[in-house]
């Protein structure tokens, strides 16, 4: 791995249902992001994360939740999927908590809710 | 509010120079990013300002003026692949990344 990944690269879901979106980087970056991204709209923070062990809300953190075990991973869940969570998910990770190191992106992820 | 500022959209020539600008105003300043997306694909850091002046990177520049919470990117000798979106963004005082929603650049033979 170099970078940030994410799983899925795209994935259909029924309104209701539970999905995890997966990020993992191996940068050994303290701090990670959740951003939705939808047209017209620009980058959206969801949730984020400043050190393994610490979650913190952004922006638009209705209806998902993230957890931080470790420094690698944080995931990304949606209990009860709506179409309005219909969008491109991207996760990021910068080198220092609170700080204002550069952000590196995943590939993303293009869920739809129908 | 929190509210950053830039063109939707702007056309301009191949071998050309172009200037996006980028207009903030947000709860503390800790730093402006410009970020390059091409279509389909994540935002890729281009460059930072912290301190008021131009920031020179190859073909790419990016000014920042403080004071009047003004920014741009100036992007010289325009080649095809520079069609993409450019991502404007402020660092709060809580050390936030404010995102604009992104200027489309597309570039004409």
């Known amino acids: 791995i170099a970078g940030i990944t994410q799983a899925p690269t795209s994935q259909i879901l029924a309104a209701g249902r539970r999905m995890t979106l997966r990020c993992t980087q191996d940068?050994?970056?303290?701090?990670m992001y959740w951003y939705r991204q939808d047209l017209g709209l620009g980058l959206r923070l969801i949730h984020y994360s400043n050190t393994a062990g610490t979650t913190g809300k952004g922006e638009v953190p209705d209806g998902y939740s993230v957890s931080r075990a470790n420094t690698d991973d944080f995931p990304l869940t949606l209990a009860s999927a709506v179409p309005s969570q219909t969008s491109v998910y991207f996760c990021a990770s910068s080198g220092g908590a609170g700080d204002t190191d550069t952000q590196y992106f995943g590939p993303g992820t293009r869920l739809t809710v129908l | 509010g929190q509210n950053i500022d830039q063109p939707t959209e702007m056309t301009a020539t191949e071998g050309a120079i172009v200037q996006i600008n980028c207009t903030y105003q947000t709860s503390g300043f800790n730093g402006l990013f410009w970020y390059q997306q091409h279509a389909g694909e994540a935002p890729t850091f281009l460059s930072y300002n912290v301190l008021d002046g131009l920031e020179e990177k190859g073909r790419f520049s990016s000014f920042l003026s403080r004071s009047k919470g003004y920014s741009y990117l100036l992007l010289k000798e325009l080649q095809m692949k520079d069609s993409a979106s450019y991502l404007c963004?402020?660092?709060?005082?809580?050390?936030?990344?404010?995102w604009g929603a992104g200027t489309k650049l597309i570039i004409k033979p």
């Open positions: 940068m050994r970056h303290n701090a």
């Open positions: 963004a402020v660092t709060d005082s809580n050390y936030q990344l404010i």
